[in-house]
């Protein structure tokens, strides 16, 4: 409702992207593993050490990408990767090897209370089909979007590119993972 109403207002601060990240990464791993997937954390050794941006919507987008990514992938990986976009931008990528998309499923995924395969997907996985939809507005919020490629039987890839200033301070890179409540209605594609 605050991002329609043009409300919503970001929180840009200075951050550490690898502890977010690490963050994350606790977070969703023991799904991944209750899932015997092979999860991985794979961030380029040229970012910066911290960037001005908002954080704590970052963690969200990238939370909502990771999990619909476990959730949809039976067996095989799950990788969350992050690399620097010159001269400023980032990507962060969640790729997995799971069913796949058609271009059909593709169009309909940001889209508010629609899921990629319809009542099926809902019944089987849960969710209301807002996840997606959030997340992408979120991002275009910050300056940037996320891009879906995929294939029927050949995994997707979700990309998350926005534009962040590097932080001049120093962040202390955190060791300590902040807990947050899962939502059983977390976004599926």
């Known amino acids: 409702s605050k991002i329609e109403s043009g409300l919503f207002v970001l929180d840009n601060q200075p951050f550490s992207l690898q502890s977010l990240m ?3 990464y606790s977070l969703l791993e023991p799904l991944a593993n209750k899932k015997n997937l092979n999860f991985e954390l794979q961030i380029d050794s040229h970012l910066a050490p911290a960037f001005i941006g908002d954080s704590g919507r970052i963690r969200q987008i990238l ?3 990771g999990s619909n990514a476990i959730k949809f992938t039976h067996d095989g990986f799950v990788i ?3 690399q620097r976009l ?5 990507m962060i990528s ?7 998309m058609s271009k059909e499923q593709q169009l309909r995924l940001f889209q508010r209370f629609i899921q990629a395969e319809g009542k099926q997907t809902t019944k089987q996985f849960g969710g209301s089909g807002l996840g997606l939809a959030i997340s992408r507005e979120l991002s275009i919020l910050m300056g940037g979007d996320i891009q879906v ?3 029927p039987n050949c995994g997707a ?10 932080s001049q301070e120093f962040v202390e890179d955190e060791t300590s993972i902040e807990v947050y409540k899962v939502d059983d209605s977390i976004e599926t594609r």
């Open 149 to 151: 490629s995929s294939e």
């Open 22 to 24: 690490r963050d994350v």
């Open 157 to 166: 890839t979700f990309s998350l590119n926005i534009p962040l200033e590097i």
């Open 94 to 100: 969640v790729v997995d090897s799971g069913p796949g």
């Open 63 to 65: 939370f909502n990408l």
């Open 86 to 90: 010159w001269p400023k931008g980032l």
């Open 80 to 82: 969350i990767k992050a």
